[in-house]
């Protein structure tokens, strides 16, 4: 048996890959297990994205290697988005480099400015990316605790007190997932003065900004942000684009120089039509996001009503596609509540403690769902 690499030891299969293949099973029987799990956009991108997908396939060119940076009419496209949006001014010639979505820049940002032995400051809960490429590289995890009672936010007084020399990267994602809390200009203030003072490369990444969210804030809005932040953003949840692959990060030219020469050596640019589909959905109006987070608001009403049979309580005010709530003290953690739920009633929701060691006593429900889904849920879970 050849030995694969000894860094494959250190991450394990991902929590969602086992339960599907434990949901598959159930799904033998005869009623089909409902997965309120995964953050997979079920609504379909805009018609106009689907039409330039079409058209840009019999372009004559559309088979072949890209440039790396995308095509400049994409990065053109991504600057606008980012000026209509965000109030952020991203030179598209050096400022942007789209990527196969934020997954693929958390680790090409690693790749790019860790060594071994660095550390990098992790939230928990968290998006488990960030550890798990950080694990792959060698680098080591500092785990930072958000909590409910801080409003999901750092807490700089015990941060300033740990040893920070080794801190290379850290790592927020605001509107955070899993917990749907949304960033304050003054943190993103603070965040950006940290990593200043401390010479940390903040990465925010930043993919839940158009979903429930009136708001949508940049860390690259925050005057002096360009000196010591990285942005990364993306098309899978803002424009149902998950499969389509496109994301982006976007700063100063110097900082995205090393992360420009890791992705030349490893991929290159994306299919010439689904940048050209890309650019359509950059450019749609409000009206797109309003009519999207009009479905959102109706689903997150019925899982508002699902989460209160269950006696969990959501905390309030949370963005993004997804609701975090609290579960009753009765659950020694979210494991067992969650496997209860799917024994007796074939409803699947994610625990949080995949998320982190402070996730145990929360639960995750994805609103990728349609109404019926959730009603049908909810009359499960009544019936035991
Ligand atoms: C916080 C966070 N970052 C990044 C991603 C990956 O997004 P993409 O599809 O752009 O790679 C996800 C997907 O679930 C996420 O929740």
């Known amino acids: 048996m050849i030995q694969p690499a000894n860094r494959t030891q250190s991450i394990q299969e991902y929590y969602f890959s086992v339960k599907l293949k434990e949901i598959a099973q159930m799904n033998m029987g005869e009623v089909k297990v409902l997965n309120l799990g995964i953050g997979d956009p079920d609504m379909s991108p805009s018609e106009e994205t689907w039409n330039s997908l079409r058209e840009a396939c019999f372009h004559p060119k559309s088979h ?27 030179n598209p010639a050096n400022e942007i480099l789209p990527l196969m979505g934020s997954k693929e820049g958390i680790m090409i940002t690693s790749l790019a400015y860790l060594n071994e032995g660095d550390e ?6 968290s998006y488990p990316t960030y ?43 605001y509107p955070h997932m899993p917990t749907g809390a949304r960033a304050t200009k003054e943190l993103l203030e603070n965040i950006v003065a940290f ?45 149902n684009m998950p499969g389509w692959r496109v994301g982006m990060i976007g700063g100063n030219p110097k900082m995205l120089e090393p992360i420009l020469k890791v992705k030349t050596n490893m991929d290159s640019g994306m299919f010439y039509p689904v ?33 209160d049979l269950i006696k969990c ?9 997804f609701v975090w709530a609290s579960i009753p003290d009765k659950y020694e953690d979210c494991y067992k509540l969650s496997d209860e739920i799917l024994q007796k009633t074939k409803v699947f929701i994610t ?29 499960r879970i009544k019936r035991n």
Request: with cysteine.
């Open 64 to 90: 072949g290697y890209q440039s790396y940076q995308g095509i400049p009419a994409l990065r053109e496209g991504f600057s606008k988005w980012y000026k209509t949006y965000f109030n952020v001014d991203l």
């Open 120 to 125: 990098v400051l992790i939230p928990d809960p």
């Open 131 to 173: 550890k798990s490429v950080t694990n792959l590289l060698g680098g080591k995890i500092v785990s930072y605790p958000l909590s409910e009672s801080k409003n999901w936010q750092p807490d700089f007084v015990s941060l300033e007190k740990r040893d920070l020399s080794k801190v290379k990267i850290m790592w927020i994602n």
């Open 195 to 239: 990593g200043k003072k401390h010479k940390i490369l903040i990465v925010n990444d930043n993919p839940y900004s158009f979903i429930l969210n009136n708001e949508p804030l940049s860390i690259l809005s925050i005057d002096g942000a360009k000196d010591c932040c990285l942005e990364l953003n993306s098309l899978s949840k803002s424009h």
């Open 275 to 307: 940048q050209q589909a890309a650019i359509k959905a950059l450019s749609q109006d409000q009206t797109w996001y309003d009519s999207i987070n009009k479905v959102y608001q109706k689903r997150r009403e019925l899982v508002f009503q699902l989460l």
């Open 313 to 321: 309580k959501p905390s309030a005010d949370q963005s993004g596609m």
């Open 351 to 379: 625990p949080g403690g995949i998320f982190g060691d402070q996730g145990k006593k929360y639960i995750r429900i994805s609103l990728c769902s349609s109404e019926s889904v959730f009603k049908e849920a909810i009359e």
